[in-house]
């Protein structure tokens, strides 16, 4: 019996060459925007000990308690795959005494995260975020900065419609008043929560504000407000991240009961939604971490950051765009093609010569005709042709057409690469 076919792992995807220009497409778009900002990238690797992690995102989380690939490695050492960027960057700056260098950084990162989680639509097991982190200021101009550049990148990308949530969700010194008047509302209803609310009253309060069951958010509807609970070092950053946003000029909106599902954010949290991608709508979520560098074992560094999941993002794009063709795979400028097969080496000279010259070509390596050439032709949306059949091999010549105006022209080998450019400068026939 033939082995079965082995297909990649469950929640994991292939992204083919269809659809990787849309890919580049986000990832160029980021890249502009971060440059355009002064943001330095920064490559972590893909994994870290496990305690980071506990650590850094959260014994309390839903990350930490059922998400998260753990393997062993060594004596009683475990590994983790990254379910996050944050907690590695963080990492990697104090290890590097980059604080040393320079008090201030804003660094960004794009890559492969790794969740157990229950795949679908848009939410895969090996997932890919583009992020942020600015480490070592409390200003919350900065808090505007940060949710802008998320706000930018998405624009550029071409996502249209997406919602911006904004909430101050307090400080170590606010945040446990305002944990406890929630835990004794909670406990006063606590019947009608749903099970996952019921067990996570305790190590996690805050989340039942998010909880998307129908009944727990009715009753999250009329739990105590953040904003009554917040000491004034956090309303006054709160208001003037709020003026922030409105100098930057973005539409957003304030959600007093977002939370984000991590420990370490402080003060601001925001999340990026949009309408087609349903229930789980999130594309960017993130928030100040003023804590976090100080506990990964740092000096104490207010900072603030997001993540754009790329597969929400590109869903979302995908419900918005559905029957837009997506960008070609290709594009050449300069197809050339052999008339007969003693031109093929000399084809293979002139594509190699164009390239050299930095103009981008394309020859046929499967033998095909003269026709089937020209359809490769036609698929790479090449700009000319530079057929090549007995007389050109005798005269050194390629017979040159501009597709978008049929025009043609023998031409020597020699000064095909400039004919070429100038006909693109000119705007011209050739
Ligand atoms: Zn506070
Ligand atoms: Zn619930």
């Not at 070592?136 to 071409?158: K, Q, T």
């Not at 043609?408 to 400039?418: M, N, R, T, W």
Request: net charge neutral.
């Amino acid at each position: 019996m033939a082995e079965k076919q082995i297909q990649c792992i469950y929640g994991t995807r292939d992204i083919l060459p269809g659809e990787s220009p849309i890919w580049r497409r986000l990832e160029t778009a980021a890249r502009n925007v971060f440059q355009r900002a002064a943001y330095c990238e920064i490559r972590t690797p893909v994994f870290e000990n496990t305690v980071l992690f506990v650590k850094g995102t959260g014994e309390n989380t839903d990350i930490v308690q059922k998400e998260m690939y753990t393997f062993p490695s060594g004596e009683d050492a475990t590994v983790t795959l990254r379910p996050e960027g944050t907690p590695p960057v963080v990492r990697a700056f104090i290890q590097h005494d980059l604080h040393k260098k320079q008090g201030f950084w804003k660094l960004y990162y794009m890559g492969a995260m790794f969740r157990r989680e229950r795949p679908q639509k848009g939410r895969q097991r090996q997932f890919h975020q583009i992020g942020a982190e600015a480490i070592g200021s409390p200003s919350p101009l900065l808090d505007a900065e940060v949710i802008g550049i998320a706000a930018s990148i998405l624009s550029e990308f071409g996502l249209a419609e997406f919602k911006i949530k904004v909430n101050c969700i307090g400080c170590p010194a606010c945040r446990p008043a305002f944990r406890d008047a929630l835990r004794s509302f909670f406990a006063a209803r606590k019947d009608s929560l749903c099970d996952d609310c019921k067990s996570r009253m305790d190590r996690n309060v805050l989340r039942l504000l998010d909880c998307k069951n129908r009944a727990c958010k009715t009753i999250a509807d009329e739990a105590p407000k953040v904003a009554d609970h917040l000491c004034a070092g956090c309303a006054a950053h709160y208001a003037s991240t709020r003026s922030g946003l409105d100098i930057l000029g973005v539409e957003w909106m304030e959600s007093p009961r977002l939370v984000r599902g991590l420990d370490y954010y402080t003060r601001t949290v925001f999340e990026i939604t949009h309408e087609a991608l349903g229930a789980r709508d999130a594309v960017c979520g993130g928030g100040r971490y003023d804590n976090l560098v100080e506990e990964l074992g740092g000096p104490p560094l207010p900072s603030v950051g997001f993540a754009i999941g790329a597969e929400a993002t590109l869903l979302a794009w995908e419900e918005l765009n559905k029957g837009t063709p997506s960008p070609p795979e290709q594009e050449i400028e300069v197809y050339v093609a052999a008339l007969n097969d003693e031109a093929r080496s000399f084809c293979f000279r002139v594509v190699s010569e164009l390239r050299r010259k930095d103009i981008s070509a394309d020859l046929d390596y499967e033998g095909r005709s003269l026709k089937a050439q020209m359809r490769s032709a036609n698929r790479l949306n090449a700009a000319f042709t530079a057929v090549v059949g007995e007389t050109e091999l005798q005269n050194g010549t390629v017979n040159l057409k501009q597709m978008s105006t049929g025009d043609s022209a023998q031409v020597p080998v020699a000064e095909l690469a400039d004919r070429i450019r100038e006909s693109q400068l000119k705007g011209a026939g050739i």
